[in-house]
């Protein structure tokens, strides 16, 4: 039998429709699992210098992808548009907003946009939270989806939790240079509890509610383990976290749980009290929470981060950029406890939101975390359902814990995943009917295996959108893929950028190897063979670094050391450059050094240490060119004076200038950088190079004053100098320098 020509009936367009939504339904529950599961616990070893950030940031990214545009789909297939709109809609898209002008106003747009190196938080990927908001929010219909999402998360925390004890009792398969403090998948024992403190308000309330004793078991496992990660890791932000969060969490449980699980809530009390006791008998628990130092040198970073927000009020200085922002603003107290140290957050997370996004982001940012709240507790009061009812209060809770430990701490990729998914599973809950239905004769209520009650999304009380033509949807299809497909590339590119980075890095550190062992080496054949194949890995990290470059223009470490940096293309190029001997060759090698350093200042966030390499470059390439050698110590002094002018408190560059000055014959100017370097460089090793460098500089200074007459300005200058010396004595009684200098003085003062 033939078919029917003409258009098809439209029930088979209805069918078509369904399996197309259906589809796209399990692609976006799929992809959200796979997420919120893999992302705390990526990490790579093998290659590349960011081994924890950047590869989940790329899965996050490449999984967006199909995630996004399945949403996209299911959005103009059932036009639901409607499902977009809660209490949380505005003031997430705000906080959006916000991130974009902050980010087209930065210091440093690109970076912004980008996101600085191994923080990666800038506009692209908050961007990519939202949108992962949006699409939970606005696709979760039914509680069986929430509580799947939820059972993920535990069982990412599990895997942690398990790793992370097993790092405590020595029991890693992985070297790791950082020993003691647990640190499991998050690369950081400070970030460790910032993530489990946001589980466990869920899991304790899944285990007052959980329907059997087994469940309950497994449950209980699961909190021992987390509470001891908790505890051994030795992180105040999770302290401050869980002593705002669980006071809280014990408002939300009810009567009927408390009388449930009478019991167990007193066993959990009297452990948790035994086990605060022996912690504060046996162990340092106190000291580590109160470290004096620690305390002070947060109180000066706040005081430094408010000096920023009022040079920079509106939109702040731009997302991931407060590096850059800080140096100038610096409180010289901090400097004398953490030297050379220029904070790139101000461990205060909300005090970062009024740095880098100014007054304008902290203020739609708090209106978002209040809508959050209030949006919570009142889906909390109308549910009538006991355990939707203790999810709704975990969650928030969950995320509470977040916000408390931020008040010393910040957040990170996976705690910030986690932030952006408990909000939309709270905001999903907020358009269901979480009331038990009536039951009829003859019927129960429906529920899952598990015993955790089903229920469905609210009917829409509004008409949905026109049918979309055709056209229309294609070309929308066509620019999300676009668009998505273009993230999904630019993921790929630079984590193949950081790949080929550390296989230059790699490759460096075995050619330094090999050179130190072909010193070693007495036999001269097999020096040869060594020192070859020095240089042939110095060729490939050669190849491997301008291919990082190449792949990724916008990082500045690819092309000189900075943070998470040891090397660079740029300092590749000079060390070369001192080790060839035809001129030519040496000549272009640094000049192209002095290419890469030039372009690595547009976006490096570590202005001073280019400017430093530059400095130094001149100054050696002046030692080799005697006729030149005054115009190349000026430009040595001009790149190192804008050093000091991006971080003041960088110590090594006034010694630089000290020195420099003194031999341009500007003694003045060398006394006031040597007396800056004293200040900076005393809580340091380099204490007592500063105040011989200051004791010489300032006797030169008086020296001359006096030969020209000027008896009593001279003296000035040469009892301060008697006083350095005198100082450098105290601390090195032996130091020859000094005792020579004093010498000295004797016949002039």
């Given at each position: 039998m033939k078919k029917p020509k003409g258009k098809p009936t439209k029930r088979t367009i209805s069918d078509t429709k369904e399996k197309v939504v259906y589809w796209c339904d399990r692609i976006i529950e799929a992809g959200l699992i796979l997420i919120v599961f893999f992302v705390p616990l990526i990490f790579?070893?093998?290659?590349?210098?960011?081994?924890?950030?950047?590869?989940?940031?790329?899965?996050?990214?490449?999984?967006?992808?199909?995630?996004?545009?399945?949403?996209?789909?299911?959005?103009?297939?059932?036009?639901?548009?409607y499902r977009l709109k809660s209490p949380m809609t505005l003031p997430v898209l705000a906080v959006l907003l916000s991130w974009l002008l902050s980010s087209i106003f930065s210091l440093r747009p690109e970076v912004s946009f980008l996101g600085n190196y191994l923080r990666h938080e800038g506009f692209w990927t908050i961007a990519n939270m939202i949108l992962l908001f949006f699409i939970a929010s606005s696709t979760y219909k039914t509680t069986a989806q929430v509580n799947r999402l939820l059972q993920?998360?535990?069982?990412?925390?599990?895997?942690?939790?398990?790793?992370?004890?097993?790092?405590?009792?020595g029991l890693d398969w992985i070297s790791w240079a950082s020993k003691g403090r647990p640190f499991s998948t998050l690369g950081n024992p400070d970030f460790f509890p910032h993530f489990l403190i946001m589980l466990l308000p869920i899991a304790l309330m899944k285990f007052l509610h959980a329907p059997k004793l087994e469940l309950k078991l497994y449950l209980l496992a699961f909190i021992a383990l987390l509470v001891f990660n908790v505890v051994v890791a030795q992180t105040r932000g999770s302290y401050v976290g869980l002593a705002i969060s669980l006071p809280v969490l014990l408002f939300f449980i009810s009567k009927k749980a408390y009388r449930e699980n009478r019991n167990w809530l007193i066993a959990f009390g009297a452990a948790f009290v035994l086990v605060l006791v022996y912690l504060v008998w046996k162990t340092d628990l106190i000291a580590s929470i109160l470290r004096?130092?620690?305390?002070?040198?947060?109180?000066?970073?706040?005081?430094?981060?408010?000096?920023?927000?009022?040079?920079?009020?509106?939109?702040?200085?731009?997302?991931?950029?407060?590096?850059?922002?800080?140096?100038?603003?610096?409180?010289?107290?901090?400097?004398?406890?953490?030297?050379?140290?220029?904070?790139?957050?101000?461990?205060?997370?909300?005090?970062?939101?009024?740095?880098?996004?100014?007054?304008?982001?902290?203020?739609?940012?708090?209106?978002?975390?209040?809508?959050?709240?209030?949006?919570?507790?009142?889906?909390?009061?109308?549910?009538?359902?006991?355990?939707?009812?203790?999810?709704?209060?975990?969650?928030?809770?969950?995320?509470?814990?977040?916000?408390?430990?931020?008040?010393?701490?910040?957040?990170?990729?996976?705690?910030?995943?986690?932030?952006?998914?408990?909000?939309?599973?709270?905001?999903?809950?907020?358009?269901?009917?979480?009331?038990?239905?009536?039951?009829?004769?003859?019927?129960?209520?429906?529920?899952?295996?598990?015993?955790?009650?089903?229920?469905?999304?609210?009917?829409?009380?509004?008409?949905?959108?026109?049918e979309f033509h055709a056209p229309v949807k294609i070309i929308v299809y066509l620019v999300s893929s676009a668009i998505l497909i273009t993230s999904g590339y630019w993921a790929i590119r630079f984590m193949s950028a950081d790949l080929a980075y550390g296989k230059g890095e790699t490759a460096v550190r075995t050619a330094q190897y090999y050179e130190e062992q072909a010193q070693k080496e007495t036999d001269s054949d097999r020096k040869n063979k060594i020192v070859q194949?020095?240089?042939?890995?110095?060729?490939?990290?050669?190849?491997?670094?301008?291919?990082?470059?190449?792949?990724?223009?916008?990082?500045?470490?690819?092309?000189?050391?900075?943070?998470?940096?040891?090397?660079?293309?740029?300092?590749?190029?000079?060390?070369?450059?001192?080790?060839?001997?035809?001129?030519?060759?040496?000549?272009?090698?640094?000049?192209?050094?002095?290419?890469?350093?030039?372009?690595?200042l547009k976006t490096t966030m570590y202005l001073e240490n280019v400017y430093m390499m530059i400095g130094r470059s001149y100054q050696d390439e002046a030692n080799e060119k005697p006729d030149q050698r005054q115009e190349l110590l000026r430009k040595a002094a001009e790149n190192f004076e804008k050093g000091i002018q991006a971080d003041p408190g960088d110590y090594p560059l006034y010694f630089q200038l000290a020195s420099i000055y003194t031999e341009l014959g500007d003694p003045e100017k060398a006394v006031e950088r040597a007396e800056k370097g004293i200040i900076y460089a005393q809580p340091t090793e380099n204490r007592n190079y500063s105040l011989l460098l200051g004791a010489q500089t300032n006797f030169n200074l008086g020296s001359k004053l006096k030969q020209e007459g000027k008896t009593d300005e001279g003296a000035k200058y040469l009892n301060r100098s008697k006083e350095l010396a005198e100082q450098l004595l105290t601390y090195d009684p032996g130091n020859s320098d000094a005792k020579e200098l004093l010498e000295k003085l004797k016949s002039l003062l």
């Open positions: 790579t070893i093998s290659t590349g210098a960011d081994i924890f950030n950047l590869p989940r940031l790329t899965f996050l990214r490449v999984m967006t992808i199909p995630v996004a545009l399945a949403w996209v789909i299911r959005l103009f297939e059932t036009r639901e548009f993920v998360m535990l069982w990412s925390g599990l895997v942690t939790v398990i790793y992370g004890t097993l790092q405590f009792f004096v130092a620690t305390v002070k040198s947060r109180f000066y970073i706040w005081l430094g981060g408010i000096s920023i927000f009022f040079a920079y009020p509106f939109l702040g200085v731009g997302p991931d950029v407060l590096r850059i922002a800080s140096p100038p603003f610096k409180d010289l107290r901090y400097s004398l406890i953490e030297p050379m140290n220029n904070p790139d957050r101000m461990h205060n997370q909300y005090l970062d939101e009024l740095i880098m996004r100014g007054a304008i982001g902290f203020l739609v940012y708090m209106w978002m975390l209040v809508s959050f709240f209030v949006t919570s507790f009142k889906t909390w009061k109308s549910s009538l359902d006991s355990y939707w009812k203790a999810m709704i209060a975990g969650i928030a809770v969950g995320v509470l814990a977040y916000l408390g430990q931020n008040i010393v701490a910040f957040g990170v990729i996976p705690t910030i995943l986690y932030f952006w998914m408990l909000m939309a599973l709270n905001t999903a809950l907020s358009q269901m009917d979480l009331s038990p239905a009536k039951v009829k004769t003859g019927k129960k209520e429906i529920s899952t295996a598990g015993d955790i009650p089903v229920y469905e999304a609210r009917p829409p009380t509004r008409k949905l959108l026109p194949e020095a240089n042939r890995l110095l060729e490939e990290a050669l190849n491997n670094y301008a291919r990082a470059v190449a792949l990724n223009p916008w990082e500045a470490g690819y092309r000189t050391a900075t943070e998470g940096h040891t090397s660079g293309l740029g300092n590749l190029y000079y060390d070369l450059s001192k080790r060839i001997s035809d001129p030519t060759l040496k000549e272009k090698y640094r000049s192209m050094a002095r290419e890469e350093w030039t372009e690595a």
